[in-house]
């Protein structure tokens, strides 16, 4: 087993709709999640952390599901901007080391 | 804030031919990744410094890949000799610090580009 899964996809969704990626880890002690965008041929930049008790920036929610060893990302109202790649990102070890999923593309389309 | 610094943007060699990037972290970051992203995929780590001391180079292929961050401050990465599936992009990033919940906020620099042909 991978230590962080991703459905790569294509998400192919229109604007407007809700989208929702999941991202599977394996190791029990992770201890911090990360959510990263990357635009087609750009860096990868943080887009959200992802706390314990869930979080909410504008139209984008993280969860993170312990038990399950899962974080999940929402994006509500997709916007055509929405369109990129969806990196999650595991820590453990004293958070320094991070384990980089493969990535979920999502494409909105009008 | 001046961001991550990287260059060159883009690099073509031959096979065989040795290059090399060079990466300025922002102002005050301690810690510094080097990252290999091939086409489709998500980055993978190559080397880690904590100042000028390596944290974890597992990854990186000794035989042909080298990096150096002498003081504490920028970062050389080579590739002597390269072969051709050592094409894909080779991202710098920084974080101020490693440990703790909040120092895995990694800003990246625009990333070189490199082709073997």
């Known amino acids: 087993r991978k230590e962080v899964e991703q459905d790569p996809g294509p998400f192919n969704v229109p604007e407007g709709a809700t989208v929702a990626f999941n991202c599977t880890y394996s190791?029990?002690?992770?201890?911090?999640f990360f959510w990263y965008r990357q635009d087609c041929r750009k860096e990868p930049k943080l887009l959200m952390s992802?706390?314990?008790?869930?979080n909410e920036d504008g139209r984008f929610t993280a969860q993170l599901n312990r038990a399950s060893q899962y974080i999940s990302l929402l994006i509500r109202d997709s916007k055509l901007s929405d369109s990129a790649t969806y990196l999650c990102?595991?820590?453990?070890?004293?958070?320094?080391?991070?384990?980089w999923g493969l990535g979920t593309s999502l494409a909105v389309n009008p | 804030e001046a961001g991550v610094a990287q260059s060159p943007r883009y690099k073509i060699i031959e096979k065989r031919q040795s290059v090399a990037f060079w990466c300025n972290p922002i102002s005050g970051h301690a810690t510094l990744y080097w990252y290999q992203q091939i086409l489709g995929q998500g980055p993978k780590l190559l080397i880690q410094?904590?100042?000028?001391?390596?944290?974890?180079d597992s990854q990186l292929p000794k035989d042909r890949f080298s990096a150096e961050r002498l003081k504490g401050v920028d970062s050389t990465l080579k590739i002597q000799p390269a072969k051709l599936e050592d094409s894909a992009v080779y991202l710098c990033?920084?974080?101020?610090?490693?440990?703790?919940?909040?120092?895995?906020?990694?800003?990246f620099g625009a990333g070189s580009r490199l082709t073997v042909l």
């Open positions: 990102v595991v820590a453990w070890g004293n958070n320094r080391k991070l384990i």
């Open positions: 992802v706390y314990s008790s869930g």
């Open positions: 410094f904590q100042n000028n001391g390596v944290v974890d």
């Open positions: 190791n029990s002690a992770s201890q911090s």
């Open positions: 990033a920084s974080s101020f610090l490693a440990g703790g919940s909040g120092a895995n906020v990694l800003t």
